[in-house]
């Protein structure tokens, strides 16, 4: 099984690699969320993919809000930096290893969303091995502590940015999901070195058409300059699948950049979190962490 471990090319760089002390940091940040109370269930969530030393705080509003839970499978869907070819990737390993333990995938979820793409889009999945996309992994070591029991992964990484393909992803992982006990995960961070005025003005507006549960007012966003998300389509992709699967709010919980950790305000980036619920009891996913 070792051998089919995707290996973590950022454990000790971008978090913390001793299994004790990233639990500790991990959970701090899910006490420190204060959560509002949330509508229904909780379908989604989207956060941030920075260090967890720049991004961990806010990143830790959007796994508070299920915290607890326990769940099959998990999506988690994010952008891919690295210059692949291929348009829709996904580790051809059959574990991710993070310092807290290994997560398996679902390979019968990955085959199904892979037959559904090659259906709507001609392609489908492009397996990659020992790839080094962090924005993937950095939300791994967050999903062990937060859910309770076992689970498996459906990951999928993000190089083509068009909001046609965004839009057939988002309705295939929903085809993959439906009727399972299941968890999306959009991962993206926002505006990138601009000042903390700037940052400021541009991830406003991203995170308004996010509220506004706006897959096409995303793009729209990105393409009109008026804001950004370097996971934008990972973002819209997720939209889409919660509005297939019955969600209809979309709440941004918290808001921050790496300045108001550094203190460094000439050039920042910004970190939004925010849930995907649709109408139900709120039983699942919506306590406050004490």
């Not at 689970?151 to 190089?159: G, I």
């Not at 995170?207 to 966003?221: K, N």
């Amino acid at each position: 099984m070792s051998a089919d471990l995707r290996p973590s090319p950022i454990a000790g760089t971008w978090y913390e690699s001793n299994p004790k002390r990233l639990a500790a940091e991990i959970d701090s940040y899910l006490d420190q969320a204060k959560l509002p109370e949330l509508p229904g269930e909780v379908i989604a969530i989207i956060a941030p993919h920075a260090g967890h030393i720049y991004s961990g705080p806010v990143a830790g509003y959007a796994f508070a809000a299920v915290r607890g839970r326990s769940c099959d499978l998990i999506a988690v869907i994010s952008p891919m930096h690295r210059p692949y070819f291929e348009p829709l990737l996904v580790t051809a390993h059959a574990a991710y290893a993070t310092p807290l333990g290994n997560l398996p995938l679902d390979k019968q979820a990955v085959a199904a969303l892979d037959a559904a793409l090659q259906a709507e889009l001609g392609y489908g999945l492009s397996p990659v091995a020992r790839d080094a996309e962090h924005s993937l992994e950095i939300e791994l070591p967050f999903l062990q502590r937060a859910l309770t029991g076992e689970f498996k992964l459906l990951p999928v990484m993000v190089r083509e940015q068009a909001p046609k393909v965004s839009e057939k992803l988002g309705k295939a992982l929903a085809q993959v999901l439906k009727g399972q006990n299941a968890l999306l995960v959009a991962s993206t961070d926002l505006s990138h070195f601009y000042t903390q005025a700037e940052a400021k003005v541009y991830d406003e507006e991203m995170l308004r058409q996010i509220e506004a549960f706006s897959p096409e007012g995303i793009f729209e966003a990105e393409r009109s300059g008026k804001g950004y998300a370097c996971g934008h389509a990972a973002v819209a992709a997720v939209l889409w699948a919660a509005r297939e699967l019955g969600a209809d709010t979309v709440k941004v919980l918290h808001y921050a950049t790496s300045g108001d950790v550094t203190g460094e305000y000439r050039q920042v980036v910004g970190y939004g979190a925010a849930v995907v619920t649709k109408p139900g009891d709120g039983s699942r996913g919506t306590e406050v962490p004490g």
